[in-house]
């Protein structure tokens, strides 16, 4: 394969590797390894599990918005979104696989996934204790994904 791209574009024959390293003060943390489906469904429950780091994370960035400034609270983050999906995993595996390969397949919309999401929250609940909880939805008013008779509803045919 050749390095030039039919248009003119020349692509190195490699992947980029940044070779510069972190700096020491800064704690190592594996990359979480998923793609857009799995964190899309883990989304509400890492948000849940991991408020705290989050919030933690979003109070260091408006202190200061160099980058790396929170690295270690973003590094938390992370861990924390590891350990979560680790555990979903461990848990409500085959929920979860059934809910993300939905929406990979559904173009990312949750409300073409609601079955398998309904499932997942179940597992959730009864292995992890976690509910989805949607934060600035309206209070006393049943959450979107818990809606029997939806209005937006995949097309029949």
Request: aromatic fraction near 8%.
């Amino acid at each position: 394969m050749s390095a030039t791209h039919a248009q003119g574009g020349v692509y190195p024959p490699k992947d980029y590797v940044e070779p510069a390293s972190m700096p020491a003060n800064i704690p190592h943390v594996d990359e979480v390894g998923a793609t857009s489906g799995p964190l899309k469904s883990a989304s509400f429950f890492i948000g849940a599990y991991c408020k705290e780091y989050n919030e933690d994370f979003m109070l260091c960035k408006n202190e200061n918005r160099d980058p790396g400034h929170c690295l270690k609270e973003g590094r938390k983050v992370t861990r924390c979104a590891i350990d979560l999906i680790t555990k979903m995993r461990e848990n409500c595996a085959q929920q979860f696989d059934a809910h993300w390969d939905c929406l990979e397949k559904k173009n990312q919309e949750f409300y073409l996934c609601r079955k398998p999401e309904r499932k997942l929250n179940a597992c959730m609940f009864e292995k992890l204790g976690l509910t989805k909880t949607i934060p600035g939805s309206p209070p006393g008013q049943t959450q979107i994904h818990e809606v029997q008779n939806p209005i937006y509803k995949p097309i029949q045919k």
